[in-house]
C-alpha cells in the first residue's frame, strides 16, 4: 500500500536557519503530494501542494519539489522563523479520492 | 479557522462505554474525512462520506460506525471502548472528492479512554 517516510524530529534551529524536513513516499500510480502543519492545539493545514512531477508547491516562504525519480518531497524554507514552531506532516493522494496518506510528523522547534 | 467544527472538544469516558464525535463540515463542502491521531500510529484515515454516501473506507475498526446526515454533517460512533482507542480524532471536509481538492480539518475531539 501507499506509504510517507519522514524524518524523525525534533528539528531545533535557531531563528534565520535554513530548514530541510525530508520525505520519501510509496506509491503505485503517480499521486499527488502535501504538506500540512500542525500548530499546538489546532487542526491540520494545507502548507503547499503538487499535483505532478517536477511540480514545485510554495508558500508563506516554504517550497517542495516533486522529484518522481528519487520519491521524494522534501520541504525547505531559506529563514525560519520562532513562529513556524509546529509539527509538520508530509502526506500522499492516492488519486481516487481525497483520503489522504500521512507520514508520522516532524516537530520543529525555533530558537530565538 | 478552518470552518469545520468539532464536538466536544474532549470527552473522557471509561472502557466498554459509547461515545459519538460530531462533526460540521466548511459550508458547501460535501465531503467529510475521519481521521484517527495517536503517538503510535500518526494519522490513520478511517472513513470518507461524499454527499451522505460511504465513499471509502481506511483503517477503521468494526466497533466504529459514522454516517453523514442530509444537512451534511457527520458523527462518528465509537462503541465498546477500549483504552486504546484514546486519541486525538480529526474530521476534515473538501468540496469534492477528487485527488485535487484540499482537506480542511477541524481542531479535533480529544477521547481519553479510562
Known amino acids: 500500500g501507499d506509504s510517507v517516510t519522514q524524518m524523525e524530529g525534533p528539528v531545533t534551529l535557531s531563528e534565520e536557519a535554513f530548514l530541510t524536513i525530508n520525505c520519501t513516499y510509496t506509491a503505485t500510480g503517480y499521486p499527488s503530494l502535501f504538506w500540512y502543519v500542525q500548530y499546538p492545539g489546532e487542526g491540520l493545514q494545507l502548507l503547499l501542494k503538487?499535483?505532478?512531477?517536477?511540480d514545485k508547491g510554495s508558500n508563506k516562504g516554504f517550497e517542495a519539489t516533486y522529484r518522481k525519480e528519487t520519491t521524494s518531497f522534501h520541504l525547505e524554507k531559506g529563514s525560519v522563523q520562532v513562529s513556524d514552531s509546529a509539527v509538520y506532516f508530509c502526506?500522499?493522494?492516492?488519486?481516487?479520492?481525497?483520503?489522504?496518506?500521512f507520514g508520522k510528523g516532524t516537530m520543529l522547534l525555533v530558537s530565538p | 479557522d478552518s470552518g469545520v467544527t468539532q464536538t466536544p472538544k474532549h470527552l473522557i469516558t471509561a472502557t466498554g462505554q459509547r461515545v459519538t464525535l460530531r462533526c460540521s463540515p466548511r459550508s458547501g463542502d460535501l465531503s467529510v474525512y475521519w481521521y484517527q491521531q495517536s503517538l503510535d500510529q500518526g494519522l490513520q484515515f478511517l472513513i470518507q462520506y461524499y454527499n451522505g454516501e460511504e465513499r471509502a473506507k481506511g483503517n477503521i475498526l468494526e466497533r466504529f460506525s459514522a454516517q453523514q446526515f442530509p444537512d451534511l454533517h457527520s458523527e462518528l460512533n465509537l462503541s465498546s471502548l477500549e483504552l486504546g482507542d484514546s486519541a486525538l480524532y480529526f474530521c476534515?471536509?473538501?468540496?469534492?472528492?477528487?485527488?485535487?481538492?484540499?482537506?480542511?480539518f477541524g481542531n479535533g475531539t480529544r477521547l481519553t479512554v479510562t
Open positions: 503538487a499535483t505532478k512531477a517536477d
Open positions: 502526506a500522499l493522494s492516492d488519486g481516487r479520492y481525497s483520503t489522504l496518506t
Open positions: 476534515a471536509s473538501s468540496v469534492a472528492d477528487g485527488s485535487n481538492s484540499p482537506l480542511h
